[in-house]
Structure formats: structure tokens, C-alpha cells
């Protein structure tokens, strides 16, 4: 006889496996590269890319909320309203406990939103993970150049013209049909990465760093406040100050770059040219 598929089982082992994938991806993306280094440099962990992580760990989390779902409303329905129906009163009656357990979901999000601590350490500390992997090498040029095609980085951000950029890299023996094409599709139809892509028209000098123009020294720029870039180049950060209202930009040491940036209309590489 045909064995009877039971569907509890399946749902129980599902949301076994959701949870565990759920929980190894959310490790894996808490230290993973941010996104300007890990598209930049094809970054993989276990043969999956940072977008393939984080694709993992959303649909799998959307999956444990249906199958936890269809777990309690069709299998466990009469006995989820049973324990409600018999505990509630029971429960509601620890006041104590009640308040204490609204108490720290009160404090865990408001230190979350406020950023205080010690929820900014376990943030920080994520960051730190992250910018670990970034190397002075392989800084693109902006964040997400890999998005720019020949013509948008030609000029500006590459001292030579676009049709210069396309015959060095037809030169290598690469498939590139256009400049309107982007970094990013031009190293996907070569198969290679688009730092190694960007190191064919921008070779390295004896000091081993890129010639490309307008490449912050610092990492994590739009992140840092303007008192952190002031301590690491060693300057006194009401000379920064200065400078930015100079150029009719009003900050304060505790000014994180992106926000500066954002109020002003900028980017954070342009506050950068300021300060620079």
C-alpha cells in the first residue's frame, strides 16, 4: 500500500530548516562586506555572493512565517486556543512579568533607534567586521562603481576618454560592445570581477596605488563623523569645520559625513573634495 504523506511532519521539518538556513545566513550577512566591496570584488562565501545571502535569508524568513502560520492555524488551531483560553487568565495574573518582559522590549528598541549602549556595540562591531574586508587596492573609485558605464566613469573619475577605456579593454582580447555598457555587465559577459575589470585601464604605479582620481583614503567614509576623519588625518577637527563652512557647508564634529551630504545636496565624496 501507498504510504500516507503526513503534512505535519513536513511543515515541522520545514520550519526546522527554514530556521537553521535563517540563522546561518543572518551570521554569514552580519559580517559579510558591504555592498560597494562585495559587488566590487565578487565577494563569495560557500559559493554564494552577498545578494545571494541576503535573497536566502529573506525568502527563507518569509517561508518560517507561513509555515509557522500554517503550523499553528491548520494542525495546532484547537489546542494554540485550548492553552490561550486556559492560560491567559493564569498568565495575565503575573503582572511582575508582564511589565519586566514589556520593560526590555521597551529598552531593546529604544536603544536600537537611539543607538546607545550596548546595542551600538554589537553594530559597531558588525561594521568593524565588515570594513575588515575592504583593502586599499580594491576600492572602486564611488561606491557601486560597478553600476557606471565607460562613458559615466571616463573624465570625471578616469583621466582618459571612454573610447580609450573600450579599446584597452577590447585590447585584452574582452567582449565589451558599447561605453554605455556598465562595468558591472561588461565583467559578467567576461566572467571576471569588476575590480580586475577596472585594474586593465587603471594600472597600478610603483607605490602600488591606483591612479584613478578622487579615491577616498578612508574607508567607510559616509559612515564616519567628522571628528573620526579629523583624529585619522591627524588634524584638528574645527579646521574641517572651517574648511566645509568655507564652502558654505555647516557641520559639527559629531556630523556623520552622509548626513552632512544628505542636508547639503551631495554626495559624500564631494564633502570629501572639501575636506580633501
Not at 147 to 164: C, F, H, N, Q, V
Not at 203 to 209: C, D, L, M, V, W
Amino acid at each position: 500500500m501507498k504510504k500516507k504523506f503526513f503534512w505535519k511532519s513536513f511543515v515541522s521539518f520545514s520550519l526546522v530548516w527554514s530556521f537553521l538556513i535563517i540563522l546561518i545566513s543572518g551570521i554569514v550577512l552580519y559580517i559579510a562586506p558591504p555592498g560597494r566591496v562585495s559587488n566590487w570584488t565578487n565577494w563569495m562565501l560557500f559559493g554564494f555572493t552577498k545578494g545571494q545571502w541576503q535573497a536566502m535569508h529573506t525568502l527563507f524568513s518569509l517561508s518560517f512565517v507561513i509555515l509557522s502560520v500554517f503550523h499553528l492555524i491548520v494542525f495546532n488551531w484547537k489546542v494554540f486556543w485550548f492553552y490561550i483560553m486556559t492560560k491567559t487568565s493564569s498568565q495575565l495574573n503575573k503582572k511582575k512579568e508582564l511589565l519586566i518582559s514589556l520593560a526590555l522590549i521597551v529598552v531593546v528598541f529604544a536603544g536600537t533607534y537611539f543607538n546607545i549602549q550596548p546595542f551600538k556595540a554589537v553594530m559597531d562591531y558588525s561594521e568593524y567586521t565588515t570594513e575588515s574586508w575592504e583593502v586599499k587596492e580594491d576600492i572602486a573609485p564611488i561606491p557601486h562603481a560597478e553600476l557606471l558605464t565607460i562613458k559615466e566613469l571616463s573624465g570625471r573619475y578616469i583621466p582618459m576618454s571612454a573610447d580609450s577605456i573600450l579599446l584597452m579593454i577590447k585590447a585584452k582580447g574582452l567582449k565589451a560592445d558599447s561605453t554605455g555598457q556598465t562595468i558591472q555587465k561588461i565583467s559578467e559577459l567576461n566572467n571576471i570581477t569588476p575590480v580586475k575589470l577596472y585594474s586593465i585601464f587603471t594600472p597600478q604605479n610603483k607605490t602600488g596605488e591606483n591612479n584613478a582620481t578622487h579615491t577616498p583614503p578612508i574607508q567607510g567614509l559616509g559612515r564616519k563623523t567628522l571628528q573620526a576623519i579629523a583624529t585619522e588625518r591627524g588634524q584638528d577637527v574645527n579646521v574641517l569645520i572651517e574648511i566645509l563652512r568655507k564652502n558654505n557647508i555647516q557641520a559639527i564634529p559629531d556630523d556623520v559625513i552622509k548626513v552632512i551630504a544628505d542636508r547639503e545636496g551631495k554626495t559624500p565624496l564631494e564633502v570629501w573634495k572639501f575636506i580633501e
